[in-house]
């Protein structure tokens, strides 16, 4: 079974600073990666996605990228801003989508 | 923009009672899941369903069912609800294709009292 694990489970960061995100997965043979943002007790909100053929993708201040050789992706976000302080969770979609467990990320003005 | 609705933000249901939670999307995809949430445990997927009036088990089906009428709407139904029931359940949907992701309901936060 895919294990999917999220490193750190929680961040703090000042506003302003550049930030990773990790995403490390146990089976290679992905269809894609995505990536979501989830806001407390709300819902999960696309950031991203990657095909399996693909090596990154990006969307305004946020990058990600995946090596799917060594099972990682990693999410990029420059100039952090207070309004970036939620849950982020990364899947990959093997027969299922296999979610970890997120990394909160707090963001201090 | 694909759109998947959740009847309710906030439920609270006593224990022994049936519960229904529904899920609308309106974006015609074919794939609808189940999934719910709790702190330590992630996401963990309950059931799928690939097509109208079809269901498929996920890795937690036990105390659950579902339904699925129409293309746009499937439902978890909790037969005899119990307080380890009580969670955050999220509905998503998406197409066929493999290259496309999932797209999320908004959630509705249930309590089992």
């Known amino acids: 079974k895919q294990e999917v694990t999220q490193i750190p489970a929680a961040l703090s960061v000042p506003e302003g600073e550049n930030l990773v995100l990790n995403c490390s997965f146990t089976?290679?043979?992905?269809?894609?990666l995505q990536w979501f943002r989830q806001d407390p007790g709300k819902g999960l909100t696309s950031l991203l996605l990657i095909q399996s053929s693909q090596r990154e993708q990006t969307s305004g201040r946020l990058n990600a990228s995946l090596d799917k050789s060594s099972g990682r992706s990693t999410l990029y976000i420059a100039a952090s801003q207070p309004g970036d302080s939620a849950t982020y969770l990364c899947a990959v979609l093997r027969n299922q989508f296999y979610f970890g467990t997120g990394t909160s990320l707090t963001v201090i003005p | 923009d694909v759109k998947v609705t959740q009847s309710s933000r906030y439920l609270v249901k006593r224990t022994g009672e049936k519960v229904f939670l529904e899920c609308v999307q309106d974006m015609d995809h074919e794939n609808m899941f189940w999934y719910r949430q709790d702190p330590g445990l992630g996401l963990r997927l309950i059931y799928f369903s690939y097509d109208v009036k079809m269901k498929e088990k996920g890795d937690i089906p036990e105390g659950y069912s579902v339904s699925r009428e129409k293309k746009e709407r499937f439902s978890l139904i909790l037969e005899s609800a119990s307080t380890n029931q009580t969670s955050m359940y999220l509905c998503?949907?998406?197409?066929?294709?493999?290259?496309?992701?999932?797209?999320f309901g908004s959630g509705t936060r249930l309590t089992v009292v």
């Open positions: 089976d290679s043979a992905i269809y894609n």
């Open positions: 998503a949907s998406s197409p066929p294709q493999v290259n496309y992701g999932y797209t």
